[in-house]
Nanobody, 123 residues
Framework: QVQLVESGGGLVQAGGSLRLSCAASGRTFSSYAMGWFRQAPGKEREFVAAVSRGGGSTAYADSVKGRFTISRDNAKNTVYLQMNSLKPDDTAIYYC????????????????WGQGTQVTVSS
C-alpha cells in the first residue's frame, strides 16, 4: 500500500504559478504510475496529469497542456505538478493518486488517494 500527502496549494493571482508536491510513503513508489486530479465546486473530479512509473511518459488533460508539468523523483518518493499561467478556472481541490495496475495510466478507480490541497486562482 501507499499513503499520499499533498502540499503546495494556496491562493494565487491569475497568470501566476504554483508547484504542488505529493509525498508517498512505502518502498514501492516506483511501482506506481502517479497522477493528479482536481475537483471544482459543483463539478465532478477530473483528470489533470499522469506520469509513468519511471517518469519517461506523461499525459495531460487538454485544458492544462502547455501550462502544467508533471514530474517525479523516485529517490524522494515524490511527484510534482508545476502549474504556470494559472487561470480562475483552475480553482479546485487537487488530489494526488497512485495506480499500480498500469505502467503509464492512473484511473480514477484507483484505491490510493491523498487528502487534497486547495488551489484558488483569483482574477
Amino acid at each position: 500500500q501507499v499513503q499520499l500527502v499533498e502540499s503546495g496549494g494556496g491562493l494565487v493571482q491569475a497568470g501566476g504559478s504554483l508547484r504542488l508536491s505529493c509525498a508517498a510513503s512505502g518502498r514501492t513508489f516506483s511501482s506506481y504510475a502517479m497522477g493528479w486530479f482536481r475537483q471544482a465546486p459543483g463539478k465532478e473530479r477530473e483528470f489533470v496529469a499522469a506520469v509513468s512509473r519511471g517518469g519517461g511518459s506523461t499525459a495531460y488533460a487538454d485544458s492544462v497542456k502547455g501550462r502544467f508539468t508533471i514530474s517525479r523523483d523516485n529517490a524522494k518518493n515524490t511527484v510534482y505538478l508545476q502549474m504556470n499561467s494559472l487561470k480562475p478556472d483552475d480553482t479546485a481541490i487537487y488530489y494526488c493518486a497512485a495506480d499500480y495496475r498500469y505502467g503509464s495510466y492512473v484511473r480514477d478507480t484507483t484505491a490510493y488517494w491523498g487528502q487534497g490541497t486547495q488551489v484558488t486562482v483569483s482574477s
